[in-house]
């Protein structure tokens, strides 16, 4: 298990040679993080110049050429467990 070393709306950059010619060429934006894969964080990337998303995993990154807001704050921020469903916003009501 690899702990997330990118956030939402970083900047990455591949290892060269990683999808061999059907690669992207520049940087990419982080879009949203995916479940773990054979113990490899993924990512949902968005390219420059194009328009569609790419899977990435994350030793495909090429770290050098990245840059991450995680790195530079920790990862305390991302610790806190806060789930998406807003319990204030939940009514019931009597039928």
């Given at each position: 298990?690899q702990?997330?070393?990118?956030?939402?709306?970083?900047?990455?950059?591949?290892?060269?040679?990683?999808?061999?010619?059907?690669?992207?060429?520049?940087?990419?934006?982080?879009?949203?993080?995916?479940?773990?894969?054979?113990?490899?964080?993924?990512y949902?990337?968005?390219?420059?110049?194009?328009?569609?998303?790419?899977?990435?995993?994350?030793?495909?990154?090429?770290?050098?050429?990245?840059?991450?807001?995680?790195?530079?704050?920790?990862?305390?921020?991302?610790?806190?467990?806060?789930?998406?469903?807003?319990?204030?916003?939940?009514?019931?009501?009597?039928?």
């Open positions: 298990m702990d997330p070393r990118y956030q939402i709306g970083d900047t990455i950059a591949l290892k060269r040679g990683t999808l061999g010619s059907f690669g992207p060429s520049g940087t990419g934006r982080i879009v949203s993080r995916l479940p773990e894969a054979d113990g490899a964080t993924q949902r990337v968005q390219f420059e110049g194009e328009n569609f998303e790419r899977r990435v995993v994350q030793p495909d990154i090429d770290v050098e050429a990245s840059t991450s807001k995680a790195l530079n704050i920790g990862f305390a921020a991302e610790s806190k467990s806060s789930s998406w469903i807003n319990s204030t916003m939940i009514t019931l009501r009597k039928r």
